[in-house]
């Protein structure tokens, strides 16, 4: 095996270890960022998972071989938190080193945090929180910020255990939420532009201090860009904009949780 291949594999298995020591073998697991934050890989098996941090986009690699080509041409880096978790008997966990919380107040905590009423959790890190909505599932909660520290991942494992037959059985379910840490939450609409207008747009949104985290698909064709914005972030909707050609702002009426929609035109 090439060294580059035996450097990954450690990297693949080292962040996984973890995490999958406690999870059924046929899980995702979260592994690590490539260096320039633009994605987060997680791992079931010997399948690959590339969760794009500004789209929400998702796209599968099977094989260890084909996941260490793209490796090699997007390399990976761990989260600088490591992935800190809510292994906590408490509703808040801090780091070891004192820079990272998760706070749920109002959860209990059991084996795993749970509660029979909805629950708000936040993760912190470098005078950043970031929310999570809420919540009534039972399980754990682990944040991996970017390296950037524009982005952070929320990985939910949710367990739901039921008596069976003098035993439990369990369901388990994995959920990842990128989420940005600067700016507020702005998502793109987009109506059968190309790929390439979708990147420019993405690439003018970043240079200009914003963190889009999700694509979503527009209900009808606009021949100019329209940002929708939510009351109180009105500013912010002048300042996307000014950096998108010919957009104009309209308020925003639809329940959604991002405080700015980007519909792009033509």
Known sequence: MPSSTRWLFSLTVAAALQTRAAMPPDLDVPIAWTKDSSAFVTQVNDVWTIIDARTGARSTIKGLEPFTRWAAAHPLTRSPDDGFTSE?????????????????????????????????????????????????????????????????????RDERCTPSMGDFACEYVNEFVVDRT?????????????????????????????????????????????VYAAKGAEAEAKRVASVLAGATIEPLTWKTDAELVVALGK
């Open 182 to 226: 600067v700016g507020p939450r702005l998502h793109l609409a987009v109506y059968g532009q190309a790929d390439d207008a979708v990147k420019k747009a993405v690439e003018a949104l970043e240079r200009a201090g914003f963190a889009p985290t999700q694509l979503t698909p527009a209900q009808k064709e606009r021949r100019a860009t329209v």
């Open 88 to 156: 906590s008997e408490s509703d808040r966990a801090t780091s070891a080193d004192g820079s990272t919380t998760i706070e749920c107040p109002g959860a209990s905590f059991k084996t795993v945090w749970f509660s029979d009423k909805p629950f708000s959790c936040s993760a912190k890190r470098d005078g950043v929180s970031v929310a999570l909505k809420p919540r009534n599932a039972r399980g754990r909660l682990a944040q991996f910020w970017a390296p950037n520290g524009r982005r952070v991942v929320m990985f939910l």
